[in-house]
């Protein structure tokens, strides 16, 4: 009947239900200003977070019991309930790994009269190798860009920074022109949870950066808005804006095409292939952790099981008895 005021039940969940959602908020702010975590890390937080408290338990428990929390993973973590397809485990240990932070913090900051956070199992991480070009293949890939537009230019100046200084391609597009220090032969850069760290830029790499700059970029400078006679972004557009990362991925492809390169080639591919032959030309794996602008040095040894792989792979094609 209309007007009939809610329930005591319903009322409670309501109210349980805003308290969640308000210490989610706070948790991202949390994450964002003592963590300095980036804005895309922060979007996976908060989608991971709010679908969590969109399900059916979280509004009613979720400051009362973790097995709400447990629940609904299992639930993530099994086809059916109206998904067709399960989950790929590196989704699932995401999204277990934000309610546990999301606990952590909760207990903390006294929302939560326990600790909860160690009843979420994070889901083995697979240990998945990355597509790495060799040498070669790489030197087919750059050469492929032989056109001498100023387009062109900067495309072989892009390609050719990334694989120099295995950039992410976030942060090489991220760019200002005032971060590249051509006389010293480095570039500034500022990465993930605001890391800065200065990477060093090859010969060749800064040949076509000095060219870029001198032949290429003063045109489109004139373009911005406002104009701008030095600063600014480093790699821009023919209409003067700072060149996007999804552009750059596309030139990335096009590229590698040309090249007779077609199987998932990315702006990745090179900051792989970067580390990779690092590595196999003797570099300490200490200084790769830094180049690459890595927190741990655990993400940056997978790179030392691939130089095994290749390795053993080019053991067992050249050894007459392999």
């Known amino acids: 009947m209309a007007g009939t005021a809610a ?4 009322g409670r969940s309501e109210v349980r239900k805003d308290r969640l959602q308000a210490a989610i908020e706070e948790f991202l702010v949390h994450l964002r200003v003592e963590r300095g975590l980036s804005a895309a890390t922060l979007l996976a937080y908060r989608a991971d977070l709010l679908d ?6 979280a509004a009613v428990e979720w400051d009362a019991s973790a097995d709400v929390a447990v629940r609904y993973l299992g639930m993530l973590a099994s086809p059916g309930r109206g998904r067709r397809t399960q989950l790929r485990p590196t989704t699932l240990r995401r999204k277990a790994a934000s309610l546990r932070g999301f606990y952590r913090f909760c207990y903390a900051e006294g929302l939560v009269a326990t600790d909860l956070a160690a009843r979420f199992d994070l889901p083995r991480q697979p240990r ?9 293949e790489v030197d087919g890939l750059l050469a492929t860009r032989t056109d001498a537009s100023p387009a062109g230019i900067r495309d072989r100046a892009l390609l050719e920074l990334l694989y120099a200084s295995g950039l992410r391609i976030s942060e090489a597009v991220g760019l200002d022109r005032d971060d590249l220090l051509l006389e010293d032969g ?6 993930k949870g605001d890391r800065e760290r200065q ?3 090859g010969e060749v790499a800064l040949g076509w950066l ?35 990362r999804r552009r750059a991925w596309e030139m990335l492809v096009a590229t590698a095409r040309s090249a007779g390169l077609q199987n ?18 003797g570099a ?8 690459l602008g890595h927190a741990n040095i655990g993400t940056t040894q997978l790179y030392t099981h691939l130089t095994g792989e290749r390795i053993k792979d080019v053991y067992a094609r050249a050894h007459p008895r392999a």
Do not use: C, N
């Open 210 to 244: 000095r060219r870029y700059i001198s032949e290429a970029r003063p045109a489109w400078l004139a373009l911005a808005t406002p104009p701008l006679s030095h600063g600014g972004p480093l790699f821009l557009s023919v209409r003067g804006e700072r060149f996007d």
């Open 52 to 57: 969590f408290a969109a399900s059916r338990g």
């Open 284 to 291: 300490d794996l200490r200084i790769v952790q830094e180049l």
């Open 128 to 136: 998945l190798l990355p597509e790495v070009l060799t040498v070669e």
């Open 186 to 191: 480095l570039v500034r850069v500022v990465g």
């Open 7 to 10: 329930g005591p039940t319903e």
């Open 264 to 281: 998932g080639v990315s702006p990745h591919t090179l900051r792989h292939s970067f580390a990779t032959h690092l590595l196999e030309g």
């Open 199 to 201: 990477v060093p830029v």
